[in-house]
């Protein structure tokens, strides 16, 4: 009889000592188990965070800018989406000058913009204009040239405001510019001229653009120097009406 007492008081014990084991590990484990998922959400958190990515690999700026963009796409609601813009700048550059006056043109109006490249590229040979062989001086010595643009000409349709601008070869505007005007309508469209040179007035060299491509409502235009500051250039801007 004690026997029996003795070997059932043991036996409870075990089970008691079972159970107390039993909801420890079950109490350990669920604590680790938050543990994991609170490192995790800090994890996601940084990654996602514009602040933590490096600028300094181009590999990392890319995957930046795909993933702003992504979120902008899906937040961006239809009243906050940018309006169709009505300006484009228009140039051709063959040393960078007028590049440089269109870029700044462009970003005064927060315009488009389209250079004009030749489908072959004048070299600084091309270019010297004290060779009376030179490729530049051959042009411009016929009226009737008329250099191919390499790619696809933009649909002009949708701009009202067309900026224009080219350098001074020989007193006129290169003969590329005129293989633009005459393969663009400008119907409706208001065009402001602009060139760069040494010294040489924009002077008739729009009048002759504007009567090969006979459209548009074409101003006076000017000449601009490749140093202008923005300040100037809007002023410059604001008188084109």
């Known amino acids: 009889m004690k026997l029996r007492k003795l070997l059932f008081t043991m036996l409870a014990s075990s089970m008691l000592m ?58 961006q609601s239809a009243e906050s989406k940018p309006q169709n813009k009505d300006t484009i700048v228009v140039y051709f550059s063959a040393s960078g000058i007028t590049k440089g006056v269109a870029h700044k043109i462009a970003e005064i109006t927060s315009a488009d913009i389209f250079e004009i490249v030749p489908e072959q590229k004048y070299t ?31 649909d002009l349709s949708a701009y009202k405001k067309v900026f224009i601008g080219y350098p001074i070869w020989w007193g006129e505007a290169p003969r590329i510019m005129s293989t633009f005007v005459e393969s663009v309508s400008l119907d409706g469209k208001t065009v402001i001229p602009f060139c760069t040179s040494g010294s040489s007035p924009i002077a008739s060299s729009a009048k002759h653009l504007q009567t090969q491509c006979k459209s548009g409502n074409w101003l006076d235009g000017s000449r601009l120097e490749g140093s202008i500051s923005k300040e100037e250039l809007s002023e410059w801007i604001d008188a084109q009406k």
Do not use: F, H, Y
């Not at 669920?30 to 590999?59: G, I, R, W, Y």
């Open 124 to 154: 600084d040979a091309d270019l010297d204009w004290n060779d009376n062989k030179s490729r530049s001086t051959i042009e411009m010595n016929d009226p009737d040239c008329r250099p191919k643009i390499s790619g696809d000409i933009p």
């Open 18 to 75: 079972l159970t107390a084991c039993g909801a420890s590990d079950s109490s350990g484990t669920s604590s680790k188990t938050d543990t994991s998922k609170t490192d995790t959400s800090s994890v996601l958190s940084n990654e996602s965070d514009p602040q933590n990515s490096s600028a300094d690999s181009p590999s990392s700026d890319a995957g930046s800018e795909k993933q702003d963009s992504s979120i902008a796409d899906s937040s």
